[in-house]
């Protein structure tokens, strides 16, 4: 049985002894069992600027539309497969860290306007078409595709 996002921030609170809601920095990594789906309960993290769910068992990005301050999304090591589910923070994403997933398309990556760096190694793109959807972001300043 799969952790839930509720449970892990629940964890989290009890770690760290404060409301998930009041904190800037969010790390769900490593979760055991693994967290298998994003979903609204992350909508609770108002103030969060990075928000880290790297290593688990998650297929698709959800659940983060209404976090207005989010700066960083770390979602590396897990199962994503396209980067559909970003628009709600395309105007404020400035790092995604997306390596170590099943991602064959860019298709999405536009509406990340804000976006600096993204590091998108060990994924599954094959067609170096897909970079060219990259061209219309002129403030990314650190890209990584290796391992392609």
């Known amino acids: 049985m799969a952790t839930s996002i509720k449970e892990a921030l629940r964890r989290w609170e ?11 920095e969010v790390q769900l990594c490593f979760q055991w069992p693994p967290i298998e ?14 928000l880290s769910l790297s290593t688990n068992m998650i ?19 897990n199962y994503i497969k396209n980067l559909s ?4 923070v395309g105007d404020t994403l400035e790092e995604l860290w997306i390596s170590y997933n099943l991602i064959e398309k ?3 990556v536009g509406v990340l306007k804000k976006l600096k760096v993204l590091y998108m190694s ?19 300043e650190d890209l990584v595709f290796v391992g392609l």
Do not use: H
């Open 106 to 108: 860019l298709k999405g």
């Open 122 to 140: 060990n994924n599954l793109v094959k067609d170096w078409t897909e970079f060219s959807k990259l061209q219309d972001m002129p403030n990314l």
């Open 59 to 77: 297929e698709k990005i959800t659940g983060i539309s209404s976090l207005k301050n989010l700066r960083i999304l770390s979602v590396g090591r």
């Open 14 to 24: 009890e770690k760290y002894g404060m409301s998930a809601s009041e904190a800037t």
């Open 85 to 88: 589910g970003l628009e709600g």
């Open 37 to 50: 789906k994003m979903d609204n309960s992350l909508a609770a993290l108002v103030k969060c600027e990075k």
